[in-house]
């Protein structure tokens, strides 16, 4: 079904052709400028609309330094991590060296079976 209202356009380019030469014809008109192009959820086609709201340009956030107490916590939570890990390496190394020894043992075997 074919919108009989709106004008038409089979594909995005030939739209967006039609909003450049709009906007060329129209110079004065500052409408113009906000014109886009859009599928039509109705015909499935291309459309030529204006946007509802303005779009304003949104400003980068600002980014502010540290305070002494995000530096102390951020300072505090690499010493956890640190401890965290330690602790780790700790406990599994003796199950690192236990391995290491099944590996020598099986790599032996193998050169025994080999011969």
């Not at 509802?52 to 956030?61: G, T």
């Not at 951020?74 to 991590?81: C, F, G, L």
Request: with cysteine; net charge positive; proline share 3%.
């Amino acid at each position: 079904m074919i919108c009989k209202e709106k004008v038409f356009y089979h594909s995005a380019t030939q739209a967006e052709a039609a909003r450049l030469d709009l906007i060329a014809i129209h110079k004065t008109n500052k409408a113009n400028a906000r014109l886009v192009v859009y599928r039509c959820r109705d015909c499935g086609l291309f459309h030529l609309g204006h946007l509802r709201r303005e779009q304003k340009p949104q400003a980068a956030p600002e980014i502010k330094p540290p305070s002494a107490s995000d530096l102390r916590r951020a300072e505090k939570h690499k010493a956890k991590v640190a401890a965290r890990k330690a602790e780790r390496a700790e406990r599994y190394r003796d199950w690192k060296e236990t391995l290491r020894h099944i590996e020598w043992m099986i790599d032996q075997d193998f050169a025994a079976r080999a011969k």
